[in-house]
């Protein structure tokens, strides 16, 4: 028996999970004027940035593996954690990692909009 409320909360959740890498995404296709380096970028944040900046942040100190937490990735598994337990430890609540990834989305938003005010689209460059 598939429970349709639940997969659609689920679907609704995943689809808001990616709105960081796509704020950071179309930030960098504006200050690039390259939507395809901007695509490749914030995939390659997520998928290898990401991981490897918690390596880093492991090797640096324990003591800093606590911010870990807030990256985008992280922010997502605790936000999915409200449709399904993940098992892992030490995740923010699914309401703050929401609140965490609207934040991510609405900072490069508005960074992409005030570096498109700035620049000058008369030239070829």
């Known amino acids: 028996q598939v429970e349709w409320g639940r997969a659609l909360q689920g679907v609704l959740l995943a689809a808001f999970t ?9 930030f960098l ?3 690039t004027r390259s ?13 290898i940035g990401e991981n490897l900046l918690i390596g880093l942040l492991s090797v640096v ?3 800093y593996l606590q911010y870990a937490v807030y990256l985008p990735t992280a922010l997502s598994q605790g936000l ?14 699914p309401s703050t990692c929401a609140v965490g990834i609207l934040i991510y989305g609405v900072v490069f938003v508005a960074l992409a909009v005030v570096v498109f005010q700035r620049q000058d689209l008369s030239s070829g460059s």
């Open 80 to 93: 999915m954690a409200a449709v399904k337990p993940t098992g892992i430890d030490g995740l923010l609540p």
């Open 35 to 47: 939507p395809v380096f901007s695509i490749a970028i914030a995939g390659g944040f997520g998928l």
């Open 61 to 63: 100190g324990k003591e």
């Open 18 to 26: 990616l709105f960081p890498y796509g704020a950071i995404a179309f």
């Open 29 to 31: 296709a504006i200050v």
